[in-house]
């Protein structure tokens, strides 16, 4: 269930002795065997093709827009996350990394589904608190297309149109500045049950922003990093948040990693214990 090493390293919560094996070495790690298999879009799954249910209608045109690929989580990927999110019952949720909503529309649909009242107090209510820079979206490996402005328009579009917008408030601007600037009011509001950490893959953009929201992150609550497996996806902050996060957060962490496919990104889940 672990995956790459960049050293041999105790786990979130034992010693060295434990270090889980590296995922090359795992007998079970799905990867795309060649190139030729690499998909060049995200298909929506015909078994969510729902007319009769307004925000799969609007997610799944989401995806047909080329802007969604490769960087939106997948629709498997999303199902993962809105399952999570209608399982764990978070309440406050943060979201850093929006991009053009896929993984906004995967958690708030989730809030929905539950029942929730949008942006309502606890117990009832439920709120997705969304950062993202909101700057340009230029071309890129496995993306001829771009978005030069206009991004938190677009998402607030996509959003009404899923009527989701109303669980979500959006916050442009620098992702670790907007949220420590935000943390008394979180804290006031009962802290934060679940993070989502989509946003700067660097080690010190990751960890800035985990370290933002990890004071007002309540125990028993969950940090969900996405693209984990550096060989897969090309980055490799949060691989070395998830291996260092002992070092820093003794004890308070019990870490595990979930594998995504079509591309196995990599999903790393912590849950605070402490
Ligand atoms: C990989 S995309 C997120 C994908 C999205 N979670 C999804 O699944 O649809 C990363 C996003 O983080 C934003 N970002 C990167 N660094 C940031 C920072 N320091 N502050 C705010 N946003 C940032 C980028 O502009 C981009 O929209």
Redesign the pocket.
């Known amino acids: 269930m672990f995956g790459l090493k960049t050293k041999p390293a105790a786990s979130a919560t034992g010693t060295a002795g434990d270090a889980p094996l590296p995922h090359h070495q795992l007998g079970h790690f799905p990867r795309l065997l060649s190139e030729a298999d690499h998909p060049t879009k995200w298909e929506f799954p015909g078994y969510l093709d729902n007319p009769n249910c307004q925000w799969l209608s609007a997610l799944k045109e989401l995806y047909a827009n080329p802007i969604t690929f490769p960087?939106?989580?997948s629709p498997e990927a999303g199902l993962m996350l809105h399952g999570l999110i209608r399982n764990l019952q978070p309440r406050m949720i943060i979201e850093v990394?929006?991009?053009?909503?896929?993984?906004s529309h995967w958690i708030a649909s989730a809030l929905l589904e539950n029942g929730y009242e949008p942006k309502g107090p606890r117990p009832t209510g439920a709120h997705l608190q969304c950062?993202?820079?909101f700057?340009p979206v230029h071309k890129g490996p496995w993306r001829d297309v771009e978005m030069l402005t206009g991004r938190k328009e677009f998402v607030t579009e996509r959003l009404t149109k899923a009527g989701l917008i109303d669980f979500v408030t959006l916050h442009p601007g620098?992702?670790?500045t907007r949220l420590t600037e935000m943390r008394d009011s979180l804290a006031r509001d009962g802290g934060v049950d679940f993070a989502f950490i989509?946003?700067?893959h660097t080690l010190p953009?990751v960890k800035a922003d985990f370290n933002a929201v990890e004071p007002v992150l309540n125990t028993g609550g969950f940090v969900l990093l996405?693209d984990t497996f550096p060989d897969q996806c090309s980055h490799d902050g949060p691989r070395q948040l998830l291996d260092t996060v002992h070092e820093f957060a003794q004890g308070r962490y019990e870490v595990i990693d979930l594998y995504l496919s079509p591309l196995n990104y990599g999903l790393g889940l912590m849950r605070r214990v402490r």
């Open positions: 960087a939106s989580l990394g929006s991009f053009c909503s896929v993984s950062f993202d820079d700057g620098d992702s670790s989509d946003g700067d953009g996405h």
